[in-house]
């Protein structure tokens, strides 16, 4: 089923999606499947595909696998997708975000977006109006904090804020972090 979205006229690069297929390596033969019946035969890493039918492939497999696989995509998203250069620190990676997330989609349509505001030393506050599962962006952000991991800090907390997800119609996610 293809999404009637502004998404339609997005394209998304091969490397993102890419992570799709390297979080599930033990089961690439249902991601290439899944991937297939949404029409991305055969994945070409420095190709650009067509968001509704990444995101059509997201919701698949979030039904047939779960949210912790959903999860372990977007911890594969860093080591997949394109960055910015001069990335040095979690709050520089948190700052980029956006950009990066930019840099792997083309084409007309509102992709929404990831805002970073800084609440604390050790806290900030991130605000997700992408299409993408929440589970991705937090993984997402998890590995972001994996690589760049602050000084002193020895675990990253997200809590999402209850009150507003996309799941249940908000336009945004909001996570709270703490380091």
Known sequence: MTRDTPSSQVEVYGRSVQAL????EFLTGKVQRVLASHGIASLDPEKWYPMSAVLDSFDDILKQVGPHTTRAIGLAIPKNAVFPPGIDSFESALL???QAYRMNHRGSGDIGSYRYQRTGELSA????????PCEFDQGIILALYGRFQPKGSYVLQIEHETADCRKT?????VYRLKW
């Open 21 to 24: 297929v390297d979080a599930m």
């Open 96 to 98: 980029s975000l956006d």
């Open 125 to 132: 506050q991130m605000v997700c109006d992408n299409p993408y």
């Open 169 to 173: 119609g908000a336009v945004a996610c």
